[in-house]
């Protein structure tokens, strides 16, 4: 547990998960003024990433969560699970969790308004989970990504995505091809949730989201897309762009 200036406003919390068998560590970050939430946001940490690394945003989440009435909730996503729940391996058990199993631990333990808004926003592949899970979900008002793995097949870990997602790999590319972003909203029409995604022309994930922003203006769905000149995959761009798509959600 974290404090500043005596009051506790950053708070690791141990979450049961029951399908996994195990508690997952899970930041939150809320402004100690703030009684009725009126949003909350799930952050997807990225490949090899922790919850952690959104406290490299501190002050501007409190003072978000001041101005806007923001629940802030960081789960820990393990270091490669994409945020899926893997047919090979019970302890990766993720999209339950973020979906099902954390909600209720929030909805239990802090008084959210009565038609709160509900967002997920992820970073690489938390891009990709954010995404991905507001596409079969749709429960979120928003779904935000900074360099998402859109497409799977472009992924620099395409054997361990494979791996957790089918026991026989002969087919695998075809595995990640029905896996990617891509795929879900090809196989639906618009819905209500609104997307917005960010990534660097010299990305090497770059073609996938030009990709997909192409496919969302073709299903006619509420989306903004911006590629940037300059950026890489990393984890600098990331902290540039973050706090613009922050303000994407608050201003909409």
Request: overall charge positive; some cysteine.
């Amino acid at each position: 547990m974290l404090h500043l200036n005596g009051i506790s406003q950053v708070v690791t919390a141990d979450v049961y998960s029951q399908k996994m068998k195990k508690t997952i560590p899970v930041l939150i970050i809320k402004a100690p003024s703030i009684d009725t939430i009126k949003n909350v946001v799930y952050l997807l940490h990225g490949y090899g990433g922790a919850p952690e690394s959104w406290l490299d945003f501190k002050r501007l989440l409190l003072k978000t969560s001041k101005q806007h009435n923001v629940l802030f909730v960081a789960p820990d996503g393990g270091n490669n699970s994409y945020y899926l729940d893997a047919k090979t391996n019970s302890q990766v058990q993720y999209e339950t969790f973020i979906v099902k199993e954390l909600p209720i631990h929030i909805d239990t333990s802090y008084f959210l308004a009565k038609n709160f808004k509900k967002v997920i926003i992820g970073h690489s592949m938390g891009g990709y989970g954010a995404f991905r899970l507001a596409l079969i979900y749709k429960s979120y008002n928003f779904a935000g990504a900074i360099s998402g793995v859109m497409d799977l097949t472009a992924s620099s870990n395409k054997e361990e995505i494979i791996n957790l997602l089918v026991e026989d790999t002969v087919n695998g590319l075809d595995v990640l091809d029905k896996n990617s972003v891509m795929h879900y909203v090809s196989s639906q029409s618009k819905d209500t949730t609104y997307y917005e995604f960010i990534c660097g022309r010299r990305d090497y994930l770059a073609e996938g989201n030009k990709e997909l922003a192409k496919l969302f203006k073709e299903k006619k769905f509420n989306f903004r897309y911006t590629q940037t000149r300059f950026g890489r995959h990393t984890y600098r761009y990331f902290k540039k762009q973050f706090p613009k798509l922050l303000e994407a959600f608050i201003t909409r």
